[in-house]
């Protein structure tokens, strides 16, 4: 009997689970401003701790899963924008205060797109400034330059950077689990594409990529996590990725957490008819050495 892959532990989680609507989410635990710690866990790990946060035994009650026009697992697509000397990637390695990450968010089941800022708030605390992207507006476009520069002199009292383009995209498969003024997210298939290189890396088949989104305690869930040996990882979708796909960048801090989401960089992977960085559910992460036509990103242009 084969081992199940992260993308099938996490349906069968939420398949379980009793449902929630996105506007229940909204109401009970937006959590725009959070406190996220990203965990690396094993997929049979993580089924067994799903089956305890969702028993509607559990006391207090059972988280619930994000449901959408009948869907629980659904598909991200992200672009990434940055600076030529990739100012946000370093201002992360470096631990500036005033750091930010910029990117175009699609729900690929709904088609709605959304355009993201991340910032740093006191104590660590992650902000999440949105502007829904309609039509063929494009992040480029100046309704989102301003927005940008809004919400960066609000923050920080700096200006926006002069030049961004695109710098990696990510695809992968979510859920969401939801409980009383907290969540957690459950990733799995993840594949990121350099955009300056032209390289791409899959995740490991095995491994789901957890976050806890809290008002800032420790919750019940990272309780859970740490009873069975899991420790907040170091690791970004972004900056792992770039850690990876570039090696010579320095980003020490990110490379023992890249290497157990990705693999070694001997391990390359197919490519997928539809050209895509090989299969999602394939068994293995790795490095691809060119990003294929149809998979560049829906986004052109700079910033």
Partial sequence: MSTPTATEVIADAVDGAAPISLAEVNER??????????????????????????????????????????????????????????????????????????????????????????????????????????????????????????????????????????SLSTDYLRATLVGDGERITCDAGLSCADLGTGRMVRCDADLVLVETKTAGHLSDVDRMLHSCGLRPAVFTKYCGALATLRPLLPANRWRRAARRVFGSDDSVSSLDSDGRAGRPYGPAGGVVNEIPEKSRPCTTGAL
């Avoid at 400034?129 to 494009?138: F, M, T």
């Avoid at 992040?139 to 927005?147: E, H, K, L, Q, Y």
């Fill in 29 to 166: 635990s937006e959590l725009l401003v959070r406190f996220d710690r990203s965990y690396l866990v094993p997929a049979d790990t993580f089924l067994r701790i799903a089956e305890c946060l969702t028993d509607p035994r559990r006391p207090g009650g059972p988280f619930r899963a994000l449901a959408i026009g009948g869907r629980r697992v659904f598909r991200y697509h992200s672009v990434y924008y940055d600076t030529p000397g990739l100012r946000s990637f370093h201002d992360h390695r470096q631990g500036r205060r005033a750091r930010f990450k910029i990117r175009e968010r699609v729900y690929k089941d709904s088609g709605e797109r959304q355009f993201e800022i991340k910032v740093k708030g006191g104590r660590g605390s992650t902000a999440k400034h949105r502007r829904l992207l309609s039509g063929s507006e494009a992040p480029t476009d100046a309704g989102s330059r301003t927005f940008l520069a809004e919400t960066l002199r609000c923050a920080y009292g700096i200006a926006a950077p002069d030049a961004l383009s695109p």
